[in-house]
């Protein structure tokens, strides 16, 4: 049972553009989802988060949005840049868990 | 500041050996989480430790794996015996519990098992 999906494997962007990073989850009782970036050899560094009474958190370059109806949540990264090229989780948990339930990742190309 | 620190990096053993692993998290962080995470997939929760209790240990194998805390802070992972199935990368993360759902990982150890 896939709580979290990432459905797209892979995503190749051109430097400059938009990179849109997309998560869907069956649990309505997830309240809290984080994004991770992960590069080889090392470990998930955490990127941003948002928490379900929110729609929108921003930080920078890296912009999470939240759709509690379509139970779908998606990472914008404006403007993509070559070091952004990695393997990117979406993980959610809810109040009480404090376990995190990841997605399968999606792998993200910066092309120059 | 320090991250989470584990050791080793990396490991090769043989079926039917011992392998442990060890995890040093974030100073002042009492909750510690070991995942597992297999190629192409997202970290799966083993066990989780709030100070030197394990609060979840569901999905940890415990016939093969066993996990220790000791003094809430450090923590060791171990596999007796290891099996093929097991090669894969262990992830150490701490947090600070109740007070921040986010959670910091170290770098992890890649197991291989022949």
């Known amino acids: 049972d896939q709580q979290v999906k990432q459905n797209s494997p892979s995503l190749s962007v051109q430097e400059g553009r938009i990179s849109i990073l997309n998560c869907d989850y069956t649990n309505s009782m997830f309240d809290y989802f984080l994004w991770y970036k992960k590069y080889p050899a090392e470990g998930p560094t955490f990127l941003i988060s948002i928490s379900s009474i929110k729609d929108k958190n921003e930080d920078g370059r890296f912009t999470v949005f939240l759709n509690k109806s379509a139970k779908h949540l998606s990472l914008h990264i404006v403007p993509s840049q070559p070091g952004d090229s990695a393997v990117y989780f979406c993980?959610?948990?809810?109040?009480?868990?404090?376990?995190?339930?990841f997605g399968q990742g999606t792998r993200l190309t910066i092309n120059p | 500041e320090a991250g989470v620190v584990q050791s080793p990096r990396y490991k090769i053993i043989e079926k039917k050996q011992p392998v442990a692993f060890w995890c040093n998290p974030i100073?002042?962080?009492?909750?510690l989480y070991w995942y597992l995470q297999n190629l192409g997939q997202g970290p799966e929760l083993l066990i989780r430790y709030e100070n030197e209790e394990a609060v979840d240990d569901s999905q940890l194998p415990k016939d093969r794996f066993s996990a220790e805390r000791l003094k809430g802070v450090d923590s060791t992972l171990k596999i007796q015996p290891a099996e093929l199935g097991d090669s894969a990368v262990y992830l150490c993360?701490?947090?600070?519990?109740?007070?921040?759902?986010?959670?910091?990982f170290g770098p992890g150890t890649r197991l291989t098992v022949l």
């Open positions: 993360a701490s947090s600070l519990g109740r007070a921040s759902a986010t959670q910091y």
């Open positions: 993980a959610a948990s809810y109040e009480g868990a404090q376990k995190l339930v």
């Open positions: 100073s002042g962080h009492n909750t």
